[in-house]
């Protein structure tokens, strides 16, 4: 298995409050990306980097920054949650080379009440 | 944009029994194309890919073969098991990017 670390698994917070997902690679792997899947959306690219401090925004990216301060870490903070950003948060990494698959880690479980 | 395009699931089969996902892409050019599988409370995980026109890709017994003439690839696989019951999902790439269809939910019963 890729090595893909999201922290944390589950979190349940309240609307308005500051939120932040980690994602920890241990591959090298240049590029990193952070989707949300929801029900009948499948999955929808939020943010992705492409190196430190190198990133840009996905279809999806209203209410989300993200931050890549190392290689290895890729941050995604929801500023002000709302509850329509209740949702299962995906991290993904790939390679620098063409026609390369994505893999994902196990997914954060978010509950904005 | 670029679209993929996934048959509506749940898709509900008895063991052995010969399944088929349909998937269709729009992209220009020649995109590369995945098909990856989620279980139940876990990430996806990369089950085929092909990179070009007519190439087939397989594992597990699953196969899909990349048509540039009617922008498809199917999965295919021809006896289920219990053990195949997830969630399907066909995406293209290009560009360091993938973009996924909504998803496909099997279920094989005995």
């Known amino acids: 298995d890729a090595g893909i670390t999201q922290s944390p698994r589950h979190k349940v917070t309240e609307t308005g409050t500051p939120v932040t997902l980690r994602c920890h690679q241990t591959e090298n792997h240049r590029y990193m990306y952070w989707y949300r899947q929801d029900p009948g959306h499948g999955l929808r690219l939020i943010h992705y980097s492409y190196g430190v401090k190198d990133t840009d925004k996905g279809e999806v990216s209203d209410g989300y920054s993200v931050s890549r301060s190392k290689t290895e870490d890729f941050l995604l903070t929801l500023e002000s949650a709302t509850s329509s950003q209740t949702s299962v948060y995906f991290c993904?990494?790939?390679?620098?080379?063409?026609?390369?698959?994505?893999?994902f880690g196990d997914g954060t479980r978010l509950s904005i009440l | 944009g670029d679209s993929v395009t996934q048959m509506e699931g749940p898709v509900t089969l008895s063991e052995e029994a010969f399944l088929t996902i349909n998937c269709t892409y729009t992209?220009?050019?020649?995109?590369?194309l995945f098909w990856y599988v989620q279980y139940p409370g876990e990430g996806l995980q990369l089950l085929l890919k092909?990179?070009?026109?007519?190439d087939k890709g397989s594992n597990k017994g699953f196969e899909a073969t990349y048509r540039k003439e009617t922008t498809s690839f199917h999965l295919e696989k021809g006896s289920v098991q219990v053990s195949d019951s997830a969630v399907y999902f066909c995406a293209q790439g290009g560009g360091n990017k993938l973009t996924f269809g909504t998803g496909t939910q099997l279920k094989v019963e005995l």
């Open positions: 993904a990494i790939s390679p620098d080379r063409d026609n390369q698959p994505q893999h």
């Open positions: 992209a220009t050019g020649y995109p590369s």
């Open positions: 092909a990179t070009k026109a007519d």
